[in-house]
T-cell receptor, first 114, second 111 residues
Framework: DAGITQSPRHKVTETGTPVTLRCHQT?????MYWYRQDPGHGLRLIHY???????DKGEVSDGYSVSRSKTEDFLLTLESATSSQTSVYFC?????????????FGPGTRLTVL | RKEVEQDPGPFNVPEGATVAFNCTYS??????FFWYRQDCRKEPKLLMS???SGNEDGRFTAQLNRASQYISLLIRDSKLSDSATYLC????????????FGKGTRLHILP
């Protein structure tokens, strides 16, 4: 299995509070991604990174920000959590560009916003 | 038309049977294709890549039909452990350069 960890694995928080999720990889892959998965929607890309300090938005980026200060770490921040952000969040990595490489996923973080 | 479409199922199949499901894609610029497997409350994991010539891995066979823009997954001699959701994944190259996940097909293997 690819060396990807996510923390925390579960979190319950209240509306309006900031939340930061961490993804850590030991594979030295260039690309890192944050997805959310909800029933009826499948996996949707939030943000991705193509290198240290290089990030871009995905299809559902509103309300989220990311940072990548080191190759191995990719942080996802919900500045002010809302109930609509209750979801399962997956981090993924790939060595090459999205169109040419497979992605490997972390174990996920279950976030509940009350 | 949605970019990637799958029958959500569930497919309820007796153990030992053969089951097949398809995935259609809309973007003719799609470059590469994969099947992922996702167990309940787990992360998606790569099952197999789908090549133009088709490929087989044990009981699993994947095929690509570019003319009709679909990929297929065939599972022979199904096992209880095959119960999972199968995600179709399409990589679109060129200017878009993105990956699209289907919503998945749920498979239940019945004893």
């Amino acid at each position: 299995d690819a060396g990807i960890t996510q923390s925390p694995r579960h979190k319950v928080t209240e509306t309006g509070t900031p939340v930061t999720l961490r993804c850590h990889q030991t594979e030295n892959h260039r690309y890192m991604y944050w997805y959310r998965q909800d029933p009826g929607h499948g996996l949707r890309l939030i943000h991705y990174s193509y290198g240290v300090k290089d990030t871009d938005k995905g299809e559902v980026s509103d309300g989220y920000s990311v940072s990548r200060s080191k190759t191995e770490d990719f942080l996802l921040t919900l500045e002010s959590a809302t109930s609509s952000q209750t979801s399962v969040y997956f981090c993924a990595i790939s060595d090459l560009a999205p169109s040419t490489d497979t992605q490997y996923f972390g174990p996920g973080t279950r976030l509940t916003v009350l | 038309r949605k970019e990637v479409e799958q029958d959500p199922g569930p497919f309820n199949v007796p153990e030992g049977a053969t089951v097949a499901f398809n995935c259609t894609y809309s973007n003719s610029a799609s470059q590469s294709f994969f099947w992922y497997r996702q167990d309940c409350r787990k992360e998606p994991k790569l099952l197999m890549s789908v090549y133009s010539s088709g490929n087989e891995d044990g009981r699993f066979t994947a095929q690509l039909n570019r003319a009709s823009q679909y990929i297929s997954l065939l599972i022979r001699d199904s096992k209880l452990s095959d119960s999972a959701t199968y995600l179709c994944v399409v990589n679109i190259g060129g200017r878009d350069d993105k990956i699209i996940f289907g919503k998945g097909t749920r498979l239940h293997i019945l004893p």
